[in-house]
């Protein structure tokens, strides 16, 4: 399969020469489309979307271990990596590695995600929506016990760890939704931006509600995209998304050909699902740079031998994977640097939602 997708330039431009290209690239990002109603979201839950409901079929041979220690750590072996015929480090040259490690990937037929147009032979069935699913990644890395047993809501535990470090030390992400009438069923904009600070937790550790968040008006992050919302589902079925982020979590968000699934919970929360094809070799640093308690070296010949788009036109190997998020976020208010809300926190359903 061939796709060509967009590709970002490596900095962002700089408009900061005169106070009237900064007031314009402010009006430019940080208001969303001109509509009747927007409310305004911060992301308070990031991971990639497990779903090991039966592990011994999804993971035969793991499964079969009976040494409790080799079956949540991974068989021992010892990774030879060569550069210039001297021996490297394994997770910091993977690619060097001379023999694949050969992990089990996932052999049963469930995983969250969307039809993203991929081989009829890699599709799995959305537990959820029981459509059908590309979701090349979760079937490289789902036998690993950072992944296998952890259903959602619970996190991958070294994505657990980092986003959970990033929370308190980097700019969030914030979601606007604009319509003319978000109470009801229709076209939407879903517009996607960094902050200029961190979230505010709670007493009890989580995400404050309604909290104020300042738009970054000169960011990377900001992406905009067209969706409907039907029966109380906001869906999202094309573009492109990059948003910045910082270790220990991903260095970056990026999605081509994007999917999304939303709902609104209690207290006018979100969960939903965001897929698509992500740069595999981005994804994979997060745990070459931190290899404790994974398997980097696993992880990036695994990806490798399942990344399924964006073929190099050199040497023919895929840089992209099929991948879902799983995600949450919580009403927040929205505001341009000049103090102006652009965004109001609403603990209503999106949506037309049959009342029982």
Known sequence: MRVEFFRRPAKAPVFRTALVAAAALTSALGAAPASAETRGYVISWFATATNTKDFAVDCPETAKIADKAVAENGPRRRDVALVEGKPVSASSYPAAVQKDPAIETIQGKYAYGFDLGGP???????????????????????????????????????????????????????MQISGADLSKDGPVTVTLDRTLRHVERDAQGGI?????????????????????????????????????????????????????????????????????????????????????????????????????????????????????????????????????????ASQEPLGHVERK
């Not at 459509?131 to 296998?148: E, I, P, T, Y």
């Not at 409907?228 to 220990?248: A, T, W």
């Open 120 to 174: 009829a032979a890699n599709k799995f069935i959305d537990p959820e929506t029981q459509g059908k699913a590309d979701n090349q990644l979760w079937r490289a890395v789902g036998c690993h016990s950072n992944f296998a047993r952890r259903p959602p809501p619970e996190m991958p535990y070294s994505e657990a760890l980092g986003w959970s470090a990033l929370l308190d030390s980097a700019p969030g992400w914030v």
């Open 208 to 344: 404050r509600s309604n909290m104020t968040y300042t738009i970054d008006p000169v960011s990377r992050s900001h992406n905009v995209l067209s969706g409907e919302i039907k029966e109380g589902v906001l869906n999202i079925k094309s573009g492109d998304v990059y948003m910045v982020s910082d270790l220990p979590f991903y260095t970056q968000v990026d999605l081509a050909n994007t999917h999304m699934r939303m709902r609104t919970e209690e207290n006018g929360r979100i969960i939903g699902y965001w897929g698509g094809y992500t740069d595999w070799h981005a994804w994979v640093y997060l745990y070459t740079a931190r290899p404790a308690a994974s398997d980097p070296t696993g992880f990036y010949w695994a990806l490798r031998k399942l990344a399924d788009a964006d073929p190099d036109p050199a040497t023919g190997q895929n840089r992209r994977i099929s991948t879902t998020w799983r995600m949450q976020a919580i009403p927040a208010f929205l505001a341009q640097v000049d103090g102006k809300i652009v965004a109001n």
